[in-house]
């Protein structure tokens, strides 16, 4: 079975950076879709960004130019550049992978901004 094992939360203070990493045990990061995905405490988990297998990449509104998808296919992995935290970015982080209709989740990681 397919897992997917995030890392590289924590707590950073607004202003700061954070690189998220999730790593995937099956060999299929350059054929799927992968995307990263938060849950605000009380929220409903939504969409922060995603890279298809062609490369190209989607962001959130409220992500632009703050954060940045890329890929590592030859380590399984998709990265999650955090940049100029803000608070209400304050989340538990998800990564996903969807691959012919199948959507797998990480266990997620937890981002606290605050001073």
């Known amino acids: 079975q397919v897992r997917l094992v995030e890392s590289g939360g924590g707590l950073v203070q607004p202003g700061g950076s954070l690189r998220l990493s999730c790593v995937s045990s099956?060999?299929?990061?350059?054929?799927?879709?992968m995307g990263w995905y938060r849950q605000p405490p009380g929220k409903q988990r939504e969409l922060v960004a995603s890279?298809?297998?062609?490369?190209?990449?989607n962001y959130a509104d409220h992500v632009k130019g703050r954060f940045t998808i890329s890929r590592d296919i030859a380590k399984n992995t998709v990265y999650l550049q955090m940049n100029s935290l803000k608070p209400e970015d304050t989340a538990v982080y998800f990564c996903n992978e969807l691959f012919l209709g199948l959507s797998r989740w990480g266990q997620g990681t937890q981002v606290t901004v605050s001073s």
């Open positions: 099956g060999n299929i990061v350059s054929r799927a879709t």
């Open positions: 890279i298809s297998s062609s490369g190209s990449t």
